[in-house]
């Protein structure tokens, strides 16, 4: 585009960063998995940042239940593929982007091609998604990518850190030969220790792990993507503190309170087992 230019379009950014600093954001390459709910929001973000280049991915098209919280849902974006959509939304806000494109999805088939060469890796799967996940995240830890989760939990957002060497997903979440229900509570509670959105939870039929269904807000999901672009912005620049795993942050707005968690032995704890046993108490009222 004549009218774009790179330097003036994040000129606001300067001083909160530096020139250097920026220019290493230009080069800098994140890889996004999944890009309804936060993964639009966690690529607009980093895209006004000023990063470059991305791979991203996302199998699905927008429908109507998307409106209450995707960046990329709109009337003139129903049926429409969200990859494509995020592509072009991107490149709208960059026209210099490299922007690359899986548009299936990531699958096991195509993991070290979404991984090439990245910087960080962003999590923003579905929920639901535990099995490809802990597939993406272990191939992060093999290829020493750092590998960040943010969730949106109820009004707030929690979020994780998986760096290299460090402790790994499979030794936080301890899912092995769990049922996919109780895998899904444990990321839950993984993610989120202190489960401080269980408190507001006016309708606990909206939640239902078996049938893949659960509540959400726009609020989450725009901390959420707030929370994890910032540390982000700190792997890429290797400047400011990183919590990692077994350490993570949890704030809720709702409930004006900011958590600090501290889980060794990560869901092993006795702490998460408790927690484990009082979540799955609480869905089997229903």
């Known amino acids: 585009m004549a009218d774009y230019q790179y330097d003036k379009a994040v000129s606001r950014n300067i001083g909160w960063v530096t020139h250097d600093e920026q220019q290493k954001l230009k080069q800098a390459k994140v890889a996004i998995g999944g890009l309804g709910g936060v993964g639009g929001d966690h690529a607009i973000v980093l895209a006004r940042l000023g990063v470059g280049n991305f791979n991203i991915s996302d199998m699905d098209d927008y429908d109507v239940a998307n409106f209450n919280r995707q960046a990329g849902a709109f009337v003139s974006t129903l049926g429409k593929p969200k990859s494509e959509v995020m592509l072009n939304t991107l490149r709208d806000i960059n026209p210099e982007a490299n922007v690359k494109n899986f548009d299936k999805g990531i699958d096991e088939g195509n993991l070290d ?3 090439d060469a990245v910087d ?3 999590d923003s799967l579905d929920i639901f998604a535990i099995d ?6 272990r191939r992060c830890y093999e290829k020493g990518i750092p590998a960040i989760t943010a969730a949106p939990m109820g009004m ?3 979020f994780l850190i998986f760096m290299p060497g460090g402790m790994t997903f499979e030794e936080y979440f301890c899912l092995d030969g769990l049922s996919k229900e109780d895998q899904i509570i444990k990321f839950v509670i993984g993610v989120s220790p202190s489960v401080q959105q269980r408190h ?3 309708d606990r039929s909206s939640v239902n792990f078996l049938t893949q269904k659960a509540p959400s807000t726009c ?3 725009s901390l959420a993507a707030g929370v994890l672009c910032t540390n982000v912005l ?3 620049l290797n400047r400011g503190e990183i919590v990692c795993v077994p350490r993570g942050v949890h704030f809720d707005a709702y409930r004006n ?3 600090k968690t501290y889980r060794p032995w990560g869901n092993r704890n006795p702490l998460q087992k408790y927690m484990f046993w009082r979540v799955k108490k609480l869905l089997e009222m229903e």
């Open 113 to 115: 091609a979404v991984l």
């Open 234 to 236: 700190k792997l890429l």
């Open 132 to 137: 490809i996940r802990r597939k993406v995240f």
């Open 257 to 259: 309170r900011l958590i």
């Open 200 to 202: 507001y939870l006016v």
């Open 120 to 122: 960080v890796y962003v």
């Open 219 to 221: 609020m989450g999901i």
């Open 156 to 158: 707030g957002t929690a």
